[in-house]
């Protein structure tokens, strides 16, 4: 019976041991997870803290050279030329693209979408160039009819590019410009006020081409008019249609007519400087 009772007691006592030994082990697993934890917790919250006094440097940089750049525009002391192409994109815009790749410099496309190939939306704006909305059709009469026909053209061709670039456009160029005289001042005051309600910018020009004036312009004509140097913000207007081949042919020596004046390449934003024949009110 004695043994028995030893059997029993020592099997309880290993029993106790082993027990003893897991709540032990697992009370120091615990502890070394939790302090394992609590390391990797004050290691992310030190490189969190480290990167968002880095941006918070970066950031305050970018705003403190943009500030500069902006003061020396005010001050005339930095001249912007916005190098602008309407109707396209057509067989010309790949060597569009290709020239001003060749001189790393952005132009803005203002599209339309009546038998175009949505896809070259995105080659335009995949290479960094602005893209901008100048009615689906383009024809005057149907662009123009109402208030409602207008915005059916713009909204069309605006989905247009963001089903193809994810873009959501906010810059337009009216067919004919503001001032063009197939629209009744009051449908224009009507259309201006709304696109302002909307949150559109719309660019004219302050420099011409003269390609729309006919096709086959010769270069020499489109090279004295598309470089000018008047104003400290200069947006040219310019074509991208099959038909504008010396277009084409001209732009390289509109481009370096521009950098031999000094003139820097932006593409245009509802930020930009509002160069408009009819002037837009004042967005809320």
């Given amino acids: 019976m004695k043994k028995t009772f030893s059997v029993i007691g020592i099997t309880l006592a290993i029993i106790g041991f082993l027990y ?15 302090h394992s934890l609590e390391s ?6 030190n490189e969190k803290d480290k990167k968002t006094a880095e941006l918070a440097a970066v950031t305050k940089k970018n705003a403190d050279v943009k500030a500069q750049y902006q003061k020396l525009k005010a001050d005339k002391k930095i001249k912007t030329v916005y190098l602008t ?11 569009i693209l290709e020239i001003l790749k060749k001189n790393n410099i952005k132009a ?20 960094g160039h602005a893209i901008g909305l100048h009615s689906f059709t383009h024809e005057y009469k149907k662009v123009y009819a109402n208030e409602d026909s207008f915005f059916k053209e713009f909204y069309q061709i605006r989905d247009a590019i963001k089903s193809t670039t994810g873009q959501d456009v906010k810059i337009i160029r009216f067919p004919g410009g503001s001032s063009n005289a197939i629209a009744s001042k009051a449908l224009k005051t009507a259309i201006i006020n709304r696109l302002t309600r909307e949150g559109f910018v719309y660019f004219d020009w ?25 104003h400290s913000d200069i947006n040219v207007l310019m074509h991208d249609t099959n038909a504008k081949k010396t277009t ?18 932006e593409t245009l934003n509802v930020n930009s400087p509002k160069i408009q024949h009819v002037k837009q009110p004042e967005m809320n």
């Fill in 40 to 45: 990797s917790v004050k290691k992310l919250t």
């Fill in 85 to 95: 192409f309407d109707d396209g994109p057509s067989g010309h815009t790949d060597q």
């Fill in 248 to 265: 084409v042919q001209a732009l390289q020596q509109i481009i370096d007519g521009y950098k031999k004046a000094g003139y820097t390449f």
């Fill in 108 to 127: 803005t496309f203002f599209v339309i979408g009546i038998g175009k190939n949505f896809k070259d939306y995105k080659k335009i704006t995949d290479q």
């Fill in 206 to 230: 302050n420099c011409d081409s003269t390609d729309a004036s006919g096709n086959n312009v010769p270069v020499a004509k489109l090279v004295k008019y598309g470089i000018c140097t008047t």
């Fill in 20 to 34: 003893s030994g897991v709540h032990i082990f697992g009370t120091t697993a615990k502890f070394i997870e939790h």
